[in-house]
């Protein structure tokens, strides 16, 4: 079956960066576009980035464009989230997604980032 495990989450202090992973199962990665979405506490879930199945194209929110990049690795079935510059609004359950924004058909469990001093 699907699996898709995020690690990497942890505390930053602002201005600081993580690295996001996640390591994807039971499927032909190669084949699929995916995602990066967040849900802060006691907000909804926002998507964060795409990737095409092939690394040509990627997409952000406008809040995190300029400091957060995607990215992925398909011979180690492999996505990654570098954060750079982080900011305490970047604080949230980070998940990751098979799919594009709309169209996710498999969610993994969500790892945490929490930006603080």
């Known amino acids: 079956q699907v699996q898709l495990v995020e690690s990497g989450g942890g505390l930053a202090q602002p201005g600081g960066s993580l690295r996001l992973s996640c390591a994807a199962s039971?499927?032909?990665?190669?084949?699929?576009?995916m995602s990066w979405a967040r849900q802060a506490p006691g907000k909804g879930l926002e998507w964060v980035s795409s990737?095409?199945?092939?690394?040509?194209?990627?997409y952000y929110v406008d809040s995190v464009k300029g400091r957060f990049t995607i990215s992925r690795d398909n011979a180690k079935n492999t996505l990654y989230l570098q954060m750079n510059s982080l900011k305490p609004e970047d604080t949230a359950l980070y998940y990751c997604?098979?799919?594009?924004?709309?169209?996710?058909?498999?969610w993994g469990q969500g790892t945490q980032v929490t930006v603080s001093s």
């Open positions: 039971g499927f032909t990665f190669s084949s699929y576009a």
């Open positions: 997604a098979k799919g594009l924004s709309g169209y996710v058909s498999e």
């Open positions: 990737i095409y199945s092939d690394g040509s194209h990627t």
